[in-house]
Nanobody, 124 residues
């Protein structure tokens, strides 16, 4: 089964920016969609953003619209998440995911492959 390898994350002050990247272990991997979900302590895993591989259409969770941008690099087969104007409530473990977009979201149940997760901490 393909593995998703994440990079980026870390500690940043509120208002700052971070960039996450994710690459599949198999270069020939061709997903329907890839995205990011996050999970804060004591909360359920929630949808952040996803991008459909065929046409590049992107979708975002309400809490990150206008601040986060998801993009894909077809040549490198990677997906990235640029996070700007970070807030303390963005603090969570961020997971790269490959799955299906339904109703403009990628839910945990529609994910077929997960990354190991990377911590993003925003200090206020």
């Amino acid at each position: 089964q393909v593995q998703l390898v994440e990079s980026g994350g870390g500690l940043v002050q509120a208002g700052g920016s971070l960039r996450l990247s994710c690459a599949p272990s198999e270069r020939t991997f061709s997903p329907y969609a890839m995205g990011w979900l996050r999970q804060a302590p004591g909360k359920e895993r929630e949808f952040v953003a996803a991008i459909r591989w065929s046409d590049g259409n992107a979708y975002y969770g309400d809490s990150v619209k206008g601040r986060f941008t998801i993009s894909r690099d077809n040549a490198k087969n990677t997906v990235s998440l640029q996070m700007n104007n970070l807030k303390s409530e963005d603090t969570a473990v961020y997971y790269c995911a490959a799955g299906i977009i339904s109703g403009q979201v990628m839910t945990p149940r529609s994910v077929g492959a997960w990354g190991q997760g990377t911590q993003v901490t925003v200090s206020s």
